[in-house]
């Protein structure tokens, strides 16, 4: 068992206990532990990363979206104007506007909806009478996880993503941004979840894509300023370079899907993360271990050993089940045969319960 030790109060943090960030017992490889942290608040913090970087609030912010004539896609385009320049505060907007703005979101680019999500990171819109508010910052989210994919996934692996995976994948880049920049200490109000170890610059992750292994992220550098543009602009690379020179190029964050031969080409320590959170939605807490591989240890070995733990804990018996697990096949194999099952009605009246 891990040894524990008790981590002191702090102003935004209650009294927690966290495994310490020692190198472990299990081969000996050094790992840390990022745990009992809202996983939205870590993803809050990666967006406010990236918006740093690529959409700086000293930078100027391109043109909103416009056609070929010259006029504006957007039909609240003075709402995302006085938003965007700060004139105007999200929480403090009329439901109203909030609700008729929300259609233009799709029209937005990379830099608009970093700008947006980082100005409202702190409101929780979740009373009623913030519907409209919540259901905005909702299809922002969405837009920012797709477009995140789109910009930051390897331009000839992006069409065998399926569409309904790429927010997945969004999602993913912006919680390996936000949880190695609260290791790394960089956020103020999560000081209380940084470790003086080395975080890697390279991260990797069970890939949700079952044609491939793993799925590797390298972080944005510090000084990277990514030109990013029109959300419409086409993300296929040139003839003259290769997919991996123009990522390298472009200084950006970066997703990339590994196949077992592609793990043995790292010169750099890798991070491979195994996955313990719980929780589903909102209320889903983020609990990650990252064991540091340096070369030229085998990061295949490391990954297989996550993919062995998650299969133990997909079994179904002692706790929930997962959806790979057996019994959640079964279940799923059981809703599917309901979708096809004829439907029962009463072929008459239902008799009178007798009296008393």
Known sequence: QRPMEEVPKSPTQPLRLRAQTEPSQLRGRPRVILEEIGEARVAKYGARVLRRRF?????????????????????????????????????????????????????????????????????????????????????????????????????????EVPQAMRQNLGHIALLVQGAAAVLMGQEPEASSFATSQTVPKLWLLRSPVPSYRALLVRLAPEDAHLEVGDASASTTPSSSSSPRQSRQTSGGLELRFLLPEDMEEFEEPVGVVWDHSKCLGRDRRLRWEIATVSPPASVFEELQAVEKGSAASLVGIGGSAGIRSPLGQELLDCLERRKTAPVLRPTGLVPPLPAK
């Open 55 to 159: 959409a700086p609030e000293v930078a100027e912010l391109p043109p909103l979206a416009q056609r070929p004539n010259g006029t504006s896609k957007l039909l609240a385009k003075s709402f995302f104007e006085r938003l965007l320049s700060q004139q105007i505060e999200l929480q403090t907007s009329l439901s109203a506007d909030v609700a008729a703005a929300q259609w233009d979101i799709r029209h937005l680019c990379l830099e608009h909806l970093l700008a947006i999500r980082d100005d409202a990171a702190d409101f929780n819109p979740n009373s009623q009478s913030h519907e409209a508010h919540n259901s905005f910052l909702t299809t922002i989210d969405q837009r920012l996880r797709d477009l995140c994919c789109q910009k930051f996934l390897e331009p000839l692996q992006l069409p």
